[in-house]
């Protein structure tokens, strides 16, 4: 985390590309709950998700974030980052979905403020976008 917060977002990404492969070694997974390693590998993911977003790769990480969720499909800060993902890539009604979802699963204050602001953004791309497409269409005629 402390790479991301300084702006080192290859040396984040390697960092959780080996918490990943450590947490999917035998001998740690037998020492712990499953339940337990899903969640750190959920987080992992979550935490890869914002690197990649804070390099402009939206695509990666929705991919990462949904891997994620997929994992553990109770952890809010994935399904925010995979909300946050799909309005960036301007899917502003599956963001609206998945920021619902993460923002019931936590009650944090700071996640439903992050949630709201995610999605004033996805609505602002998708009316941009339908702005672009007719005037696309006004150019055509």
Same mark, same amino acid.
């Given at each position: ?19 990943? %492969?450590?947490?999917? %070694? ?33 695509? %990666?990480?929705?991919?990462?974030? @949904? @891997? ?25 009604? *599956? ?20 949630? @709201? ?12 976008? =339908? ?5 696309? *269409? %006004? =150019? =055509?005629?």
């Amino acid at each position: 985390n402390a790479h991301v917060q300084a702006s080192r977002v290859e040396d984040a990404l390697r960092c959780y590309g080996s918490a990943l %492969e450590l947490l999917l %070694e035998p001998s740690v997974v037998a020492l712990q709950p499953t339940a337990q390693v899903a969640r750190e590998q959920a987080v992992c993911l979550s935490n890869a998700s914002l690197a990649y977003g804070k390099r402009g790769e939206w695509r %990666e990480a929705l991919d990462a974030a @949904t @891997t994620a969720t997929k994992i553990d499909s109770t952890y809010p800060k994935a399904l925010h980052r995979v909300g946050s993902a799909l309005a960036r890539l301007g899917r502003a009604t *599956e963001a609206r979905a998945a920021l619902s979802r993460a923002a019931a699963l936590d009650g944090q204050r700071s996640h439903i403020e992050r949630s @709201t602001a995610s999605l004033a953004l996805a609505d602002s791309i998708e009316e941009l976008a =339908m702005s672009l497409a007719h005037g696309d *269409e %006004e =150019m =055509m005629a």
